[in-house]
C-alpha cells in the first residue's frame, strides 16, 4: 500500500483507477469519476489565478443499492490520497428532537485533519534532528551535569536546548535501581563537573546499544492539549465548546504537566514527542494545512439519501422539515462559504464534495432542488452478481479470504480454499441475494462466518494441521441452510 500512498497529485486518472482496483472490483464508473474529479483538481492548481478561482469541482453522487462499494470507493480514495478527506453521515445532522451538530462542523472537522497531516509531514522531516535532541536529553537525564554545553556557560539556560524548562525539572532518581547497580548515578550536588565526557560517550554507546533501557528516571510530562483554544469565539459547537472548558480546567489545576518515573525507553517516546511539537511551527502548519484543506479537500457524504424528503414513505411532517433543514442547511458550504475553524477562516469553494446513498426508497430527485444541482456528475454503482462475489473473495489486497487465513494463522491452523469452493459460496451469495435480500457484498461476510464457525471454534484442536476448504465442505456446511428459506432469512 505504501507505494504510492502520497503523490496522488501526480498521479493520472487511469492510475488512480489501477490503485482503486486493488481493493474494489467492478464499478469502473464509479471510479473513473472520482479519479477525474481528483485529477481535474490538480489540473486546475496549475492554472493561472484568475482562470482557477473560475473552475469549482464537480461534485459527484454515487447511487447504488446497499453494499456494492461505494462507502468501500470513498474509504480507499482516503487512504490513497494525500489529500485531506473526511466522511460523515448526512443523518448526524438530523437527529429527531434535537438540533443536529451543525454542519459547519464537517469543516472544522476536515481542517483537523489538514492540520495532522500538515503536522505529522513536518514532523517525518525533522525526525532525525529530534532524534539527536533526544538522545542528548537522555544522557542529561542519566548524568545530570554532563552536557558539556551546560559546564561552560555554567549551567545558565542554554539557548540551544529545547525546552529550557525541562533542564531544571527533570533528574535522574538518585536511588540505584536493584540488580543494575553496575553503574551508580552521581549525586546532583556539587561533583556534577567530574562527570566528564568519556562516562557521557560510554552512557551514550549504552544508550545505543539499547542497554538501558529498562533504566528508570524522572521527566517532566506536560498534559496534552497544550494551550486552550479559543474556539467558542470562532464559532464552535458545544462539543467545541465543552472540550476548550476541559482544557481551560486542566489548565488552572497543576500547571499542566507533572512529573514521572519511566523507563528510558518511555522516556525517549515523550521526549520525542514534546521536541517534534517544539521543532514544528504551528502557524505554518496551520497555513499550509489551511491551503491544503482549501484546495484539496475532500468531504465524503454517506446515507445523503436519507436527508431527502421521499414523497412515498412520509414519515412523520417534523421529521421531514428537519431533514429539509439539514439539506438547506448544507447548500451554502457545498457553494462556498466562509467558516471558522480554530485554525483560522476556511473559504469552501473549492472542496470537492462526493455524496452518496443507495436511494431506494427515495430518488435523487426527491433532495431540494438546488442540492441536487450542486452534485452534476452521477454514477451508479451496479448490483454484484456471483462472478463479482468470486473476485471479491480472492482478489482484493484484504479480501475475506485472505483476511480468514492470516486470522487462522495466528493459531497455527493453515486454511486452503479450492477454487471450486469459492464459486460455491459465490453462487450461495448470490443466491441468498436474489431471493431474500439483497446486502451486496456484505452476504460474504455472514457466509465466511457461518462457513468457519466450527473451525474457528475448535482451532486449538487442529494445530499445526492444513485444513482444505473445498466445494464440498462449503455444500456440508451451508446448503442445507440456504435450501431453507426460513433458516437461511436468520443465518445467512
Ligand atoms: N465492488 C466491491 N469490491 C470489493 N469489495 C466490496 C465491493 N462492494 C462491497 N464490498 C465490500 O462489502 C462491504 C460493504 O461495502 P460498502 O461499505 O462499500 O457498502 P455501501 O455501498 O457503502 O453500502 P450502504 O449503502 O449500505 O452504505 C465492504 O466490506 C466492502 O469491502
Ligand atoms: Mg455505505
Redesign the pocket.
Same mark, same amino acid.
Given at each position: 500500500m505504501s507505494e504510492n500512498e502520497k503523490g496522488l497529485e501526480e498521479l493520472t486518472p487511469k492510475q488512480i483507477v489501477q490503485q482503486l482496483d486493488h481493493?474494489?472490483?467492478?464499478?469502473e464508473k464509479a471510479k473513473k469519476a472520482v479519479a477525474i474529479a481528483l485529477r481535474n483538481r490538480t489540473r486546475r492548481l496549475k492554472l493561472p489565478e484568475e482562470i482557477r478561482d473560475e473552475i469549482a469541482p464537480k461534485n459527484i453522487l454515487?447511487i447504488?443499492?446497499?453494499?456494492?462499494?461505494?462507502?468501500?470507493?470513498?474509504?480507499r480514495l482516503a487512504k490513497l490520497c494525500g489529500a485531506p478527506f473526511l466522511k460523515v453521515e448526512a443523518t448526524k445532522y438530523t437527529e429527531v428532537g434535537y438540533v443536529g451538530r451543525d454542519v459547519e462542523s464537517m469543516i472544522r472537522d476536515l481542517m483537523s485533519v489538514g492540520y495532522k497531516m500538515v503536522k505529522s509531514e513536518m514532523q517525518e522531516q525533522l525526525k532525525a534532528d529530534a532524534e539527536k535532541k533526544v538522545e542528548e536529553k537522555l544522557l542529561d537525564l542519566l548524568l545530570p551535569g554532563s552536557n558539556p554545553k551546560d559546564r561552560k556557560t555554567d549551567k545558565k539556560p542554554d539557548s540551544a536546548s529545547f525546552d529550557s524548562s525541562h533542564d531544571a525539572e527533570s533528574a535522574v532518581s538518585d536511588k540505584p535501581i536493584p540488580g543494575n547497580g553496575f553503574f551508580m548515578v552521581p549525586p546532583s550536588t556539587g561533583t556534577e563537573k567530574t562527570v566528564d565526557n568519556s562516562t557521557r560517550e560510554k552512557f551514550r554507546t549504552m544508550l545505543r546499544e539499547g542497554k538501558l533501557e529498562e533504566r528508570e528516571v524522572e521527566v517532566t510530562v506536560s498534559r496534552r492539549g497544550g494551550t486552550p483554544t479559543m474556539e467558542i469565539f470562532a464559532g464552535g459547537s458545544i462539543e467545541d465548546l465543552e472540550s476548550t472548558m476541559q482544557n481551560l480546567a486542566s489548565m488552572m489545576n497543576g500547571s499542566g504537566s507533572k512529573r514521572r518515573m519511566v523507563t528510558i525507553a518511555e522516556a525517549r517516546k515523550i521526549l520525542t514527542e514534546e521536541i517534534l511539537d517544539s521543532m514544528v511551527d504551528m502557524d505554518k502548519v496551520a497555513d499550509i494545512a489551511k491551503h491544503r484543506v482549501e484546495q484539496m479537500g475532500i468531504i465524503f457524504i454517506? #446515507?445523503i !439519501?436519507k436527508i431527502a424528503n421521499s414523497s412515498s414513505s412520509s414519515g412523520g411532517g417534523g421529521q421531514d422539515v428537519s431533514r429539509e433543514g439539514v439539506q438547506r442547511d448544507i447548500l451554502p458550504i457545498i457553494e462556498g462559504s466562509s467558516v471558522n475553524t480554530k485554525f483560522g477562516v476556511i473559504d469552501t469553494t473549492h472542496i470537492l464534495f462526493i455524496a452518496?446513498?443507495?436511494f431506494s426508497v427515495s430518488k435523487p430527485s426527491d433532495l431540494i432542488a438546488e442540492l441536487q444541482g450542486r452534485f452534476p456528475l452521477r454514477v451508479e @454503482?451496479t448490483s454484484?452478481n456471483a462472478d !463479482?462475489f468470486e @473476485?471479491?473473495l480472492k #482478489?482484493?489486497k484484504?479480501? @475475506?479470504i485472505k483476511q480468514y487465513v492470516s486470522l487462522m494463522e495466528t493459531e497455527d491452523v493453515k486454511l486452503e480454499f479450492t477454487e471450486d469452493a469459492i464459486k460455491r459460496m459465490s453462487f450461495i451469495a448470490y443466491d441468498v441475494n436474489s431471493r431474500i435480500e439483497n446486502?451486496?457484498?456484505?452476504r @460474504?461476510?455472514t457466509i465466511m462466518e457461518t462457513l468457519l464457525e466450527d473451525i474457528s471454534f475448535e482451532a486449538d484442536e487442529h494445530k499445526g494441521e492444513t485444513i482444505k476448504i473445498d466445494a464440498a465442505y462449503v455444500d456440508q456446511k451451508l446448503t442445507g441452510i440456504f435450501q431453507n428459506q426460513d433458516i437461511s432469512r436468520y443465518i445467512l
Open positions: 481493493y474494489i472490483i467492478g464499478q454515487m447504488g443499492p446497499t453494499g456494492v462499494g461505494k462507502t468501500e470507493i470513498a474509504r454517506d #446515507e !439519501d452518496s446513498g443507495a @454503482l454484484l !463479482d @473476485l471479491i #482478489e482484493p484484504n479480501s @475475506l446486502i451486496g457484498a456484505r @460474504l461476510h
